[in-house]
């Protein structure tokens, strides 16, 4: 059953977990984008330049991939959870990628739109997702 959603039931939530990256623990860091993969045992998320992975079983941080030539603004998991999509935060690339986190390999590249992407989201039944740009346009991929 759902609880309703009042000031003192927000009062009495507390923080669950704390996930922080061990190699930039001393560093200040953005935070553009997060998302859980589909079976909840992993979190991804993204600053300007890196994609962070971490487990939530264990809280821990379990790698960096960097993205300093393209950057990232966005980044969503597919179906797969080593598998993400991510846009990038510079002016004059729209490109959209498929990544497999663990190989570091872009396995496919969707273009089409001609100003930043400002989001993107998996359908929930198959391997199709949407993505809207600055430019407007809403456009349906398949992986």
């Not at 009062?11 to 984008?33: C, I, Y």
């Not at 959870?81 to 590249?109: C, G, M, P």
Request: overall charge negative; charged content about 30%; some cysteine.
């Amino acid at each position: 059953p759902m609880s309703e959603c009042t000031e003192d039931a927000l009062l009495e939530m507390q923080v669950a977990r704390v996930f922080k990256p061990s190699s930039q623990a001393d560093k200040p860091m953005s935070l553009n984008s997060l998302d859980f993969s589909d079976d909840g045992k992993r979190l991804v998320t993204c600053d300007d330049r890196t994609i962070r992975v971490y487990e939530i079983e264990d809280g821990c941080h379990h790698r960096d991939i960097p993205c300093k030539k393209y950057g990232v603004n966005l980044v969503r998991f597919t179906h797969h959870s080593d598998h993400v999509l991510l846009a990038s935060n510079n002016d004059w690339d729209e490109t959209i990628r498929y990544l497999a986190l663990e190989k570091y390999q872009f396995l496919h590249y969707f273009t089409g739109h001609r100003d930043k992407v400002v989001s993107l989201e998996m359908c929930p039944t198959n391997d199709t997702f949407l993505s809207g740009s600055a430019d407007g346009r809403v456009r349906l991929w398949d992986l």
